[in-house]
């Protein structure tokens, strides 16, 4: 699931549980009408906090886990202001073939090259200078690797991030991933 949380309906709608970004959050993350009603409670006692922080933080505890991960592509567009709200947070950003991507986007969306490259170059914009580096907070991990060598590109991933090897994070569940 990717929350998308930089669009108005979870960043600055977090509070109409109808709207269907929201909707799709509350059923992914299994929350029910008490839970959704003290996350809010805890966003309005704490204005400045994102909402998507508060519910991955509640998600994370309920589950026993000390942090959260999150996915959504797009979210590299805000590389700055992430790190602005969470100095410890880490990139990881899955690269892949552009004319893969182009033929993607073509078959989804049915948008021209131009079209294309114009969303890529602004997606990219905020990560510029970081593109073919690694640092601290940044690292790619090229598409092809993670598929073609799961485990050795995952053991660079849990190292990255400072997490213990578990062998679990190299199995593809091809199941799971059927028809999307």
Not at 31 to 35: F, I, P, S, V, W
Not at 76 to 83: A, F, K, N, S
């Given at each position: 699931?990717?929350?998308h949380w930089y669009e108005d309906a979870v960043r600055e709608h977090w509070d109409d549980p109808g709207s269907r970004r929201m909707t799709y959050l509350l059923r992914f993350f299994d929350?029910?009408?008490?839970?959704y009603r003290s996350l809010c409670a805890a966003k309005r006692a704490d204005p400045g906090r994102e909402f998507i922080d508060i519910v991955l933080d509640h998600c994370a505890r309920r589950g026993g886990k000390p942090r959260w991960a999150e996915k959504t592509p797009?979210?590299?567009?805000?590389?700055?202001?992430?790190?602005?709200?969470?100095?410890g947070a880490?990139?990881?950003?899955?690269?892949?073939?552009?004319?893969?991507?182009c033929a993607s986007w073509k078959t989804r969306?049915?948008?021209?090259l131009d079209t294309f490259l114009a969303a890529a170059q602004a997606?990219?914009?905020?990560?510029?200078?970081?593109l073919g580096t690694r640092t601290e907070s940044y690292m790619?991990?090229?598409h092809d690797v993670l598929v073609t060598d799961p485990e050795g590109a995952m053991r660079r991933v849990t190292e990255f991030a400072d997490l213990p090897w578990d062998p679990a994070c190299a199995r593809l569940d091809l199941e799971a991933t059927h028809g999307e």
């Open positions: 699931f990717e929350t929350l029910d009408d008490a839970a797009g979210n590299m567009r805000h590389y700055h202001l992430i790190r602005t709200q969470w100095p880490r990139l990881v950003h899955v690269t892949r073939e552009f004319k893969d991507c969306r049915g948008d021209d997606a990219y914009a905020d990560i510029a200078p970081l790619e991990l090229d």
